[in-house]
């Protein structure tokens, strides 16, 4: 049965609704950053450049580096944009835009989030980077996906026993990132851990301006959570759904996240620039390698 047009919207030249974007336009190897303006910090180290376009907050530029192609999208702030560019992406390489009709053969997309993030622990300090061995969805958008199957109730459990989390709030999910990405990005230079990824900036990351939180010692009991040797790293807005979606979809998924706060101490990056550039280069050579 063909999927029905309310349900896949196309654009009059026939692109994909929210990204603008055709079949061809995109690579199978996809780099996920939050800033539009961060498209161009990575293509300029791009051989070649083939195409670049932008809808809103979705800006794409597609190249080759060293023989490889990739595509560069932004996607804005929040687990709601990555529902749509992850879905939109998929259904590109997935769907018969013609037919409207799923593809007997699947087309696997290698995706790595370039990031910042805020660190949770003292010994994970500003100007450093980290590799979300887990994500944490603490904002409940996974719920409306059928995520039995991909989590991690064991640890999801003992971190809502530990936290002594509001029935209220929607259960906590632990995705795990795709184990063939993790292999190649790596190294002794990066930590790893699990990241937590909130609905908010504010409030959902335990920031207090005016308005008083649900459970003010949420954030203490996060960065003390442990389970087999596992602890939460840092927090951000992200990661989560990309590793759930890109899990239920068949798809591969890392997230590199440089750290330019750490909230343990309160401290902010002088210069955050630095190391987002730093991660960048070093999410390259490894890609390429």
Not at 63 to 86: A, E, W, Y
Request: glycine fraction near 6%.
């Amino acid at each position: 049965m063909s999927i029905k047009q309310s349900e896949l919207i196309l654009n009059p030249d026939g692109s994909i609704y929210h990204l603008n974007l055709k079949p061809e336009n995109i690579a199978t190897n996809i780099i996920f950053v939050g800033d539009q303006d961060r498209v161009d910090k990575i293509s300029k180290y791009f051989d070649s450049i083939e195409f670049t376009t932008q809808k809103r907050e979705f800006k794409t530029t597609t190249g080759t580096l060293k023989n490889k192609r990739f595509s560069v999208i932004s996607t804005g702030i929040g687990p709601d944009n990555i529902d749509i560019v992850l879905n939109e992406l998929d259904a590109l390489v997935n769907i018969d835009l013609e037919t409207r009709k799923p593809k007997e053969k699947l087309t696997k997309l290698n995706i790595v989030r370039i990031g910042t993030s805020g660190s949770l622990q003292k010994d994970i300090p500003i100007d450093s980077i980290v590799l979300s061995s887990h994500a944490l969805d603490l904002n409940g958008l996974l719920h409306s996906y059928q995520v039995d199957k991909i989590s991690h109730p064991e640890i999801e459990n003992a971190f809502i026993k530990h936290t002594n989390w509001s029935s209220k709030k929607s259960h906590p999910l632990v995705i795990s990132n795709s184990k063939e990405l993790a292999v190649k990005l790596a190294s002794e230079k990066i930590h790893q851990g699990i990241t937590a990824t909130a609905g908010g900036f504010y409030g959902p990351q335990g920031r207090v301006l005016r308005l008083a939180l649900q459970d003010d010692d949420l954030n203490h009991k996060i960065d003390s959570f442990h389970f087999n040797g596992n602890r939460i790293t840092n927090l951000e807005m992200e990661t989560s759904a990309i590793y759930g979606l890109s899990k239920l979809l068949g798809h591969n998924a890392i997230s590199m996240n440089a750290i330019i706060a750490n909230r343990a101490d309160g401290s902010f990056s002088e210069n955050p620039g630095k190391i987002v550039s730093d991660l960048i280069k070093y999410t390259l050579e490894k890609l390429v390698e």
